[in-house]
Structures are given as structure tokens and as C-alpha cells.
């Protein structure tokens, strides 16, 4: 039988985060684990709380995966470039405008609304995705 091969790490996870984790036994990964994603599952429900709470402070619209859809297409976006389940899930309201950022010589396509003072974005997709 080969020896297994040991994981690489996300680029996301700080080298502490790496580190400390790589010094553990497998009960206490596991451990992690289970509280990672009820981290995780709680951070999703808190943000849907904060969204419902502004939206009914700035009574904000949400809209739906339709109407997004069709703004993108006005665009001459194509719909299947986007990730709609996650946008819908960040509460992207249905006064959103598409704008254009430039990031690192990339051209992104972001939804952006206003909510209270505060301006607020949501990717969509790479421009020329086609």
C-alpha cells in the first residue's frame, strides 16, 4: 500500500490557522471540523438576520433570481456565467445596478446598491465572459 498525500492547504487559511491545525491529532480535527461548520451555518444565519433587519430598515426589495437575470442580460450578459444561488443568497435587492470594477487589470462585473449610507456590492461575473 503507497503512502497517502499529505493536503495542501488553502491560500485562504492564515499560516497560524495551518500550523496549529497540522499539530493535531485526528479526534481533535475531527473536532475542528464539526465546529467550523457550525461556525459557518451560524455566520450564514446571523448574516440573513442582518440582511432581513436592513431590509426592513431601508425597506430594501429583494429580487429575484429572474430580474437579476434579466438586468445581466441587458447587459449582454449571459446567465449562466453567474453563480445565482450565492448572489440570491447575499440579498441582492432589486434596485441593484450592474457597474464594472477594475481589479488588478481585470474588468469584474458587480452588482452595487445603496443600503442606509453605506454602498454595497456583489460580484457577477468577469467582463467578456461570454
Known amino acids: 500500500m503507497s503512502e497517502p498525500t499529505k493536503p495542501q492547504p488553502s491560500d485562504l487559511l492564515p499560516k497560524y490557522v495551518v500550523e496549529g491545525l497540522q499539530k493535531q491529532d485526528s479526534e481533535t480535527l475531527r473536532a475542528v471540523a464539526h465546529y467550523a461548520q457550525e461556525l459557518r451555518v451560524y455566520y450564514a444565519a446571523q448574516a440573513e438576520v442582518d440582511r432581513t433587519a436592513a431590509a ?3 425597506h430594501i426589495e429583494r429580487a429575484t433570481a429572474d430580474e437579476l437575470a434579466a438586468k445581466a442580460q441587458k447587459k449582454g450578459i449571459p446567465e449562466d456565467v453567474a453563480d445565482w444561488n450565492t448572489i440570491l443568497e447575499k440579498g441582492v ?22 443600503e442606509g449610507n453605506s454602498i ?10 461570454k
Open 56 to 58: 426592513d430598515t431601508h
Open 120 to 129: 454595497k456590492s456583489e460580484y457577477l461575473a468577469p467582463v467578456g465572459s
Open 93 to 114: 435587492p432589486a434596485k441593484a445596478s450592474i457597474v464594472t470594477k477594475a481589479i488588478n487589470d481585470n474588468q469584474y462585473y458587480y452588482f452595487q446598491w445603496r
